[in-house]
């Protein structure tokens, strides 16, 4: 799949979970909230990869401790994550559309493998959700 066959078409709907959201062109984010919790997956297009193969990422933020899991050379890692302050000590927010401020999350780990067979975005929004304690 490359970006001009890149549209909403092309992704489903997870149970339970909002989304596909634009967040810009080839890239989507699907959000899952539980109390004071957000489960996010992003989906976007890796050009450099099979010519433009969706690759997934996702995590939890929040109440809880934050992380992220991304497949990087084949293997699913899972890094502990937290905001991102200026040196003033105000967050650091990316601006997303024109219109949407995001925060910016920094790796604070050098990650771990996980063991556990992550295929489809299904499975990594199944994997999210038992990670919540």
Known sequence: MNLEEWNLENMREIPGWVGPVILSEGACRYSKYISWKRLFINAQIDEEVDGGRIAFSGGAIGDCPSFEVK???GQWMRYEIEMA???KGE???RLRNY???DLVYDRIS???QI???IETIYDLAEYL???LP
């Open 110 to 112: 050098d990650g771990t």
């Open 99 to 101: 219109s949407c401020w």
């Open 85 to 87: 302050w200026t040196p």
């Open 91 to 93: 967050p650091v927010l």
């Open 129 to 131: 959700e038992r990670c």
């Open 71 to 73: 497949r990087e050379n």
């Open 115 to 117: 063991d556990e067979k």
